[in-house]
């Protein structure tokens, strides 16, 4: 089956500090990774995205490489802001179809002043 | 982009009524809708996908009579909890996906917070 592993949060950092959430993934087929990001009470929004293998999404700073070989989908960024606060998702879906979406356990991130 | 609204945002009622929450794909036809739940400080849980004007495939353990889905046009689904009690408070998400499939990346809605007292 699919599953997706995400590095355990919350995860705090200081302002302007560098960014790494580990995420890896299992799939039958060929899958599409997400990256999506959720702000307190609200839903989730699309961060970033890849659709083949050493595709880079990128997006507000954020980057992450769709790497096959060691089937991983890490979330990186430069220097932090407070405002990135959030919980960060990893997904994946079986490309080509509309598919469910198979989401990891969410990473809390705290970027503090 | 492709944007989904989800009505209400929030909402309160009484344990023993039904509650319907709206999911409308603004700016695109929405082939398949997905509907979610997340408990505090959790991960989404998928409850069903429905596509328009057939029945939802429901995930296994949740009750289908309970929650109501229905998908009758290709920007509109509603999800129905009927006969609520306060287990069935929760934050509730929908995500929509257009013909063109991840092209979207799987829009969600804002969410609706539910509170049975």
């Known amino acids: 089956g699919n599953s997706v592993t995400q590095m355990e949060g919350p995860v705090t950092l200081s302002e302007e500090a560098f960014l790494t959430i580990n995420c890896t993934y299992t799939?039958?087929?060929?899958?599409?990774l997400f990256w999506y990001v959720q702000y307190p009470g609200e839903g989730l929004q699309l961060l970033l995205k890849?659709?083949?293998?050493?595709d880079k999404g990128s997006n507000k700073g954020f980057e992450a490489t769709y790497r096959k070989e060691t089937t991983s989908f890490h979330l990186e960024k430069g220097s932090v802001q407070v405002s990135d606060s959030a919980v960060y998702f990893c997904?994946?879906?079986?490309?080509?179809?509309?598919?469910?979406?198979?989401f990891g356990t969410g990473t809390r991130l705290q970027v503090t002043l | 982009g492709a944007v989904v609204s989800q009505h209400p945002s929030w909402v309160i009622c009484k344990s023993g009524t039904s509650v319907k929450i709206e999911c409308r794909s603004l700016?695109?036809?929405?082939?398949?809708m997905f509907w979610y739940r997340q408990f505090p400080k959790q991960s989404l849980m998928l409850m069903a996908t429905?596509?328009?004007?057939?029945?939802?495939?429901?995930e296994q353990g949740v009750e289908k009579d309970k929650f109501l889905i229905n998908h009758a046009s290709l920007t509109l689904s509603t999800l129905t909890v009927t006969s609520a009690h306060p287990e069935d408070s929760s934050f509730y998400i929908c995500?929509?996906?257009?013909?063109?499939?991840?092209?979207?990346?799987?829009?969600f809605g804002s969410g609706t917070r539910l509170t049975v007292v």
């Open positions: 995500s929509a996906v257009g013909m063109e499939g991840v092209i979207y990346g799987y829009t």
């Open positions: 799939a039958t087929g060929y899958p599409s």
């Open positions: 890849a659709t083949k293998a050493d």
């Open positions: 997904a994946l879906s079986i490309t080509g179809t509309a598919s469910k979406l198979t």
């Open positions: 700016d695109f036809q929405a082939t398949t």
């Open positions: 429905s596509n328009e004007g057939s029945k939802a495939t429901y």
